[in-house]
């Protein structure tokens, strides 16, 4: 493994992180007889974002890492909210970050019977009851931090009420809202999650594989625990946020003898400039401030994807990150690097002009086509080499050319010299203005014997250029994605609505691009370094051959970065 700068070190002398240690231990004492099985259990109420992908690095990798297995498991307790899309949505972006769920394809759904009975022999204890209150009544009673809770009038229901009472509930007996299934256990509890949470609910709300089979639903809290001890799971990994919750998982667990899954926590990824809530992710969907989840500017796995991300980049990254006990924030440059890092070593080269002018060297002939030789990548020699196309009339970019220029300009002006890229070394002759005084022609000509690998004409051009022929150039549409907040923290600072830091720039559209032939059959998921300008990919959404659309990944260099 290399850090930022490149600088490398031995992967075998990287220390352990903690749940590593855990992992070795628990190995080296024959814990669960040297079974390793974790598992991934995203609720599919919205599609999976860059923190998610550290989570299943983390879950699947460890598990690899160990001669382990994972389940991938839909935590689907919460019908109102979740759907066959998001599910769909999950599997793809799981399978396309590189991980296979090879220890099977799970849904909490899949338990709610066994998970009514483990209800069930909880209130056969006297360990659960029946509550009639409203949940403002309920929330009143629970007390404060250091302030001890009030028990509820129904606590101390019989075990037969209660019993009659759950069943009622399964039946459809009683109306959503009007009473809940909670765990007893203590009212004056220092975690406030342990004074005696609900642990089943009403909702008639059709479920997206069990239809209207049930109307009761087990809580998270209550499901979470017993799902990992029914699959075996010797090592249920999850962010920090679940740490109050490992006392009510562990207590689950102990109240019904069960094989004891044992929940470690690590530090959720944090980064500046975005947005991790899927509730709010949602809201900007719902709004139209993107477009839809797969937006490239999106963290989300699918917008990431879709805007040129590679699952080799984030894979880095997410090793890069590793695994802490506190939470952090990660600078989102370092995800940028990352894919510049994977990218410049294998993404194919090619030119394209975004803001095109015309370039005409006036000493080669009308209609004359000269196919010249360029590296597919000068990082990888194995890439081989294509042919582009050399006439009279070329595409420049209008950034390229100056009248008014100072020693620092190495591009083109008049009195000076450029290299075109694979091609010549022209020297400026005149230049054409429209009325407003705009250039729209820069006139050359090509310097003698000064093609690329046979120059001998002497001539030294400080810059160089990248260039289109206009006779065989393709015309496309090409986005220019930025950052989607303005604010480090969008949620933070003066206007905590994070809507109010919505970056306007975050999208500039540029039509009547030219770019080389060889990019008019450019396939979906292939990643271009355009040469000077940076890493495009065609758009999986947009782009059709009649219509091509690119998007841009990311900028040669850090341009946020000072």
């Not at 993404?347 to 030789?373: F, S, Y």
Request: proline residues 5%; contains cysteine.
């Amino acid at each position: 493994m290399s850090n930022q700068d490149g600088a490398g070190d031995d992967v075998a002398k990287k220390p352990l992180n903690f749940i590593e240690q855990k992992i070795e231990a628990d190995l080296a004492s024959g814990k669960n007889n040297g079974r390793i099985l974790t598992r991934f259990p995203p609720e599919p109420n919205g599609y999976l974002h860059i923190g998610h992908a550290k989570a299943i690095c983390v879950s699947f990798g460890l598990a690899s890492k160990y001669g382990g297995i994972t389940n991938l498991r839909f935590d689907d307790t919460n019908p109102e909210k979740e759907s066959v899309e998001y599910v769909d949505a999950i599997r793809r972006d799981v399978s396309w970050l590189g991980f296979e769920w090879k220890g099977g394809e799970y849904y909490t759904s899949d338990y709610f019977g066994q998970l009514y009975a483990f209800a069930q022999q909880l209130i056969a204890q006297g360990q659960a009851y029946i509550d009639d209150q409203s949940p403002e009544e309920m929330a009143a009673q629970k007390g404060a931090p250091g302030v001890s809770g009030t028990a509820s009038p129904f606590r101390d229901r019989s075990i037969e009420e209660n019993q009659r009472l759950f069943e009622e509930m399964k039946e459809g007996k009683h109306a959503e809202g009007t009473c809940v299934l909670r765990a007893r256990i203590d009212m004056a509890h220092d975690n406030m999650l342990l004074r005696d949470p609900v642990i089943y609910r009403i909702k008639f709300i059709e479920h997206h594989r069990t239809g209207s089979e049930w109307v009761i639903y087990p809580m998270y809290d209550f499901a979470h625990g017993q799902s990992d001890s029914m699959e075996g799971i010797t090592h249920s990994l999850c962010s920090l946020e679940f740490e109050n919750h490992r006392p009510l998982y562990n207590w689950f667990i102990e109240a019904l003898g069960i094989f004891p899954s044992e929940q470690t926590e690590f530090a959720r990824l944090n980064l500046n400039y975005t947005i991790m809530s899927k509730r709010k992710l949602l809201r900007l969907v719902e709004e139209n401030a993107v477009d839809g989840w797969d937006d490239p500017r999106m963290p989300t796995i699918s917008g990431l994807r879709r805007r040129g991300y590679t699952p080799e980049a984030i894979r880095e990254f997410a090793e890069r990150v590793g695994v802490a006990k506190r939470n952090n924030t990660i600078d989102v440059g370092l995800l940028e690097w990352a894919l510049r890092d994977d990218l410049n070593r294998r993404a194919p080269r090619a030119m394209a002009v975004l803001n095109p002018i015309k370039l005409i060297v006036l000493n080669v002939a009308e209609g004359e086509v000269e196919w010249l030789q360029t590296d597919n990548n000068p990082e990888d020699p194995e890439a081989g080499s294509r042919e582009l196309p050399f006439g009279r009339e070329l595409w420049m970019e209008a950034e390229d050319f100056r009248v008014d220029v100072n020693k620092k300009w190495f591009r083109l002006a008049p009195g000076r010299t450029v290299r075109l890229k694979s091609a010549y070394i022209v020297e400026y002759v005149n230049h054409k203005e429209d009325e407003n005084g705009q250039v729209t022609e820069v006139h050359v000509n090509r310097v003698a014997n000064s093609k690329s690998g046979e120059d001998t004409s002497g001539v030294k051009a400080k810059g160089t250029l990248h260039w289109v022929a206009t006779s065989h150039a393709v015309e496309a549409e090409v986005r220019l994605y930025d950052r989607l907040f303005l604010s480090e923290d969008p949620e933070g600072g003066e206007d905590a609505n994070f809507m109010n830091n919505l970056n306007p720039e975050s999208l500039q559209v540029l039509s009547g691009c030219q770019l080389e032939p060889s990019l008019g059959e450019a396939p979906v998921g292939t990643v271009y370094q355009f040469t000077r300008l940076g890493y495009f990919t065609v758009d999986s959404k947009y782009s059709k051959p009649e219509n091509l659309v690119f998007n841009r990944a990311v900028t040669l260099k850090d341009g946020w970065k000072g």
